[in-house]
């Protein structure tokens, strides 16, 4: 390889990831800006750079985590990445359908719940109704979560509903920029629809750069608020970071987000490591009736920017949420676990901990209620325990860590068979 090995780094002072290294890198960003260079998106300039700019979440040209969030890959360490990723044992996607509530637009006509109904729709993808309102988070429509179309991620199954077949939304939540939360052709189709679009601080530079118009983009710095028709849609802090080719690494900002409304109240993790502010943000805008927290997609040498099952529990507890619907998982390999880990861990760390879950298959229709009947609607296969394969971030207290864990019980797949025993029936697929 010509060319210093490309490195990943931390900047100790502005705590954002960065890259070093020249030769194959900048010619494979140029590369594939020939065929990508769209998907890309925009740079932010002019008035939005200067509110950028101004944000106390923005140093020397980058937006920055609270806590420091080391993620150093050197050449050797991404060889072995890539080894396991192409020989090792685990099975990282479905080796039959998955097992879907496919919806059509008699399914999802009439109005939307006055009070709460989640849709899970997959991965980070959720249809939110709330007291007369619908929401979409994160959508992605398209068959790989990639910058072009014949390479990258691909989808297990195609969308449980088609986008034609979508109700009227009444607003669009993104968390950040990645391609796998900030779809380019999904993100068009919504224009067209007229949709207002809330995102973090930059995101909308890129969807000027397709077409959005300027009155549908909504963008907001973490703790600022906005109204949406008696609703309020609140933009939250996150630990994770930004950036859809080589060069724009923390060039946007990342968010999670709340929405407020006169009897319920969710929160909607987008993805993120564990950080202490998920207290803060429980006693700003909780309790949450639900919390949509990420659980997938986590490895030991990542855990700062994926939590992974077993935080998410510690999260859904900081923010004193009273249901926890796991989302970005089940619907792309985007790590090296087996893609139904997530849903088994989890199904441990709640039966540690006691806390309320709900695990829906894509498409089911989930409801606020007492008690959820957890079947696995997933393969049984192989999957690592938390004991064997600890996903932990860095940098956090101890004694926030004492409030709200750890988990102690070593038999995980013991836990995991009494957690998934049938319950009384409390989540409906109309």
């Given at each position: 390889?010509?060319?210093?090995?490309?490195?990943?780094?931390?900047?100790k002072r502005?705590?954002?990831?960065?890259l070093?290294?020249?030769?194959a890198?900048p010619a494979?960003?140029?590369?594939?800006?020939f065929?990508a260079?769209?998907?890309?998106?925009?740079?932010p300039?002019?008035?939005?750079?200067?509110?950028?700019?101004?944000?106390p979440?923005?140093?020397?040209?980058?937006?920055?985590?609270r806590?420091?969030?080391?993620?150093?890959?050197?050449?050797?360490e991404?060889?072995?990445?890539?080894?396991e990723?192409?020989?090792g044992?685990?099975?990282?996607?479905?080796?039959?359908?998955v097992?879907?509530?496919a919806?059509?637009?008699a399914?999802?006509?009439?109005a939307?719940?006055d009070?709460?109904?989640?849709?899970?729709?997959g991965?980070s993808?959720?249809?939110i109704e709330?007291?007369g309102?619908?929401?979409?988070?994160?959508?992605?429509?398209?068959e790989?979560?990639?910058?072009?179309?014949?390479?990258?991620?691909?989808?297990?199954q195609?969308?449980v509903?088609?986008?034609a077949?979508?109700?009227?939304?009444?607003a669009?939540?993104?968390?950040h920029?990645h391609y796998?939360?900030?779809?380019?052709?999904?993100i068009r189709?919504?224009g067209e629809?007229?949709?207002?679009?809330?995102?973090?601080?930059?995101?909308?530079a890129?969807?000027?750069?397709?077409?959005?118009?300027?009155a549908?983009?909504?963008?907001?710095?973490?703790?600022?608020?906005?109204?949406?028709?008696?609703?309020?849609?609140a933009?939250?802090?996150?630990?994770?970071?930004?950036?859809?080719?080589?060069?724009?690494?923390?060039?946007?900002?990342?968010?999670?987000w709340a929405?407020?409304?006169?009897?319920?109240?969710?929160f909607?993790?987008g993805?993120?490591?564990?950080f202490?502010?998920?207290?803060d943000?429980?006693?700003?805008?909780g309790?949450?009736d639900?919390?949509?927290?990420?659980v997938?997609?986590y490895n030991?040498?990542w855990?700062?920017?994926?939590m992974?099952?077993e935080?998410?529990?510690?999260?859904?507890?900081?923010l004193?949420?009273?249901?926890l619907?796991?989302?970005?998982w089940?619907?792309?390999?985007?790590?090296?676990?087996?893609?139904t880990?997530?849903?088994?861990?989890?199904?441990?760390?709640?039966g540690q901990?006691?806390?309320?879950?709900?695990?829906?298959r894509?498409?089911?229709?989930?409801e606020?209620?007492?008690?959820?009947?957890?079947?696995r609607w997933?393969?049984?296969?192989?999957?690592?325990?938390?004991?064997?394969?600890p996903v932990?971030s860095?940098?956090?207290?101890?004694?926030?860590?004492?409030?709200y864990?750890?988990f102690?019980?070593?038999d995980?797949?013991?836990v995991?068979?009494?957690?998934?025993?049938?319950?009384?029936?409390?989540?409906?697929?109309?």
């Open positions: 390889m010509a060319g210093t090995p490309a490195r990943t780094s931390i900047d502005t705590r954002h990831v960065r070093r290294g020249k030769g890198l494979l960003a140029a590369g594939l800006s065929v260079c769209a998907s890309f998106g925009g740079t300039e002019g008035s939005r750079l200067h509110t950028m700019q101004a944000s979440n923005y140093a020397e040209g980058v937006f920055v985590n806590l420091p969030t080391e993620t150093d890959f050197g050449f050797a991404g060889l072995a990445l890539l080894r990723a192409l020989s044992p685990q099975i990282r996607e479905p080796e039959e359908p097992n879907v509530v919806l059509s637009a399914d999802l006509q009439g939307a719940s009070d709460l109904r989640v849709r899970w729709l991965h993808t959720l249809l709330i007291e309102k619908r929401i979409l988070t994160d959508p992605i429509w398209s790989r979560a990639s910058p072009v179309r014949f390479a990258g991620p691909k989808r297990f195609p969308p509903v088609a986008f077949d979508l109700p009227r939304i009444d669009v939540l993104i968390s920029d796998d939360h900030l779809d380019v052709e999904t189709m919504l629809r007229r949709v207002p679009i809330f995102v973090p601080l930059g995101v909308g890129h969807l000027e750069r397709w077409g959005i118009a300027r549908q983009i909504r963008e907001y710095d973490w703790w600022q608020e906005a109204e949406l028709d008696g609703l309020r849609i933009c939250t802090p996150a630990r994770h970071f930004s950036g859809r080719s080589l060069t724009d690494r923390n060039e946007t900002l990342w968010a999670s929405v407020i409304g006169q009897r319920r109240r969710v909607f993790s993805d993120t490591g564990l202490p502010e998920f207290e943000i429980g006693r700003r805008h309790p949450f639900m919390t949509f927290l990420e997938g997609a030991t040498r855990a700062n920017v994926h992974g099952p935080q998410a529990v510690m999260a859904h507890k900081a004193g949420g009273r249901v619907v796991p989302i970005h089940g619907l792309f390999n985007l790590a090296l676990h087996t893609w880990e997530p849903a088994e861990r989890l199904l441990a760390a709640a901990s006691g806390i309320t879950l709900a695990l829906p894509p498409g089911e229709a989930l606020p209620a007492e008690w959820y009947a957890n079947e997933w393969p049984a296969i192989p999957w690592q325990t938390a004991h064997e394969a932990r860095s940098h956090m207290p101890a004694e926030w860590l004492a409030r864990g750890p102690s019980k070593p995980a797949r013991r995991v068979e009494a957690a998934s025993k049938p319950a009384a029936p409390a989540v409906s697929g109309n």
